[in-house]
Nanobody
Framework: QVQLVESGGGLVQPGDSLRLSCAVSGRTFSNYGWFRQAPGKEREIVAAISWSGGPTYYADSVKGRFTISRGRAKEPVYLQMNTLKPEDTAVYYC?????????????????WGQGTQVTVSS
């Protein structure tokens, strides 16, 4: 059974940093994405990474502040979030798929974690 479990969320002040991890069990993937959903808003992609030929992607709102990277075997992907802003407050989800497929759209991801809350507030 495939399982994705996010960790590393929490309550921080503006300007602080957090690192999210995604633990994966059941199989390995070569394409990962981090998405987020703020209250009252649709889920949006934050960043994505591929080690099977796809491009690394960042949403404009996080470029220069967030970094998606490859991790260890059981935690294959991280999201380093620096200079956090109140508008970064959301539930963050890790998602995985086998093939890049030409797009980082949400619909292309087969497996999802349950999410971890990130709250940025003074």
């Amino acid at each position: 059974q495939v399982q994705l479990v996010e960790s590393g969320g929490g309550l921080v002040q503006p300007g602080d940093s957090l690192r999210l991890s995604c633990a994966v069990s059941g199989r390995t993937f070569s394409n990962y994405g981090w998405f987020r959903q703020a209250p009252g808003k649709e889920r949006e992609i934050v960043a994505a990474i591929s080690w099977s030929g796809g491009p690394t992607y960042y949403a404009d709102s996080v470029k220069g502040r967030f970094t998606i990277s490859r991790g260890r075997a059981k935690e294959p992907v991280y999201l380093q979030m620096n200079t956090l802003k109140p508008e970064d407050t959301a539930v963050y989800y890790c998602a995985a798929k086998n093939w890049y497929g030409g797009s980082w759209s949400e619909e292309g991801f087969n497996y999802w974690g349950q999410g971890t809350q990130v709250t940025v507030s003074s």
